[in-house]
């Protein structure tokens, strides 16, 4: 419904039929309040739930990325200690990205 004021607003309403003597409807009784606060908070509640479900969703894919991440280091790091001869171990070096020793 439009407001006096131009803007629009929520309703939540109720009727109510009331009755004459002979069963026939004498007038309606109609009960209007305005609801709009409710929705905005509906709303609002809405948004911080998707934008929690989104930020679940990217900690759940950190952890992953840094478990795979953290078994792919430990396989190069053994791989090092295995790798013998110095020219194999630079290229370790140069993989993981640390500083020659």
Do not use: C
Not at 87 to 101: E, H, L
Request: zero cysteines; hydrophobic letters at 40%; aromatic letters at 4%.
């Amino acid at each position: 419904m439009r407001h006096r004021e131009g803007h629009w607003i929520w309703l939540e309403s109720k009727a109510r039929a009331v009755l004459n003597a002979d069963g026939q409807v004498r007038y309606l009784v109609l009960v209007a309040r305005n609801i709009s606060e409710r929705k905005q908070l509906e709303s609002e509640l809405a948004k911080a739930q998707r934008a929690d479900s989104v930020s679940q969703i990217a900690t759940k894919v950190s952890a992953q990325f840094n478990d795979q991440l953290a078994t792919l280091l430990g396989h190069l790091n053994m791989a090092r200690r295995l790798a013998g001869p110095q020219p194999r171990r630079r290229a370790y070096d140069r993989t993981t990205g640390k500083p020659r020793a």
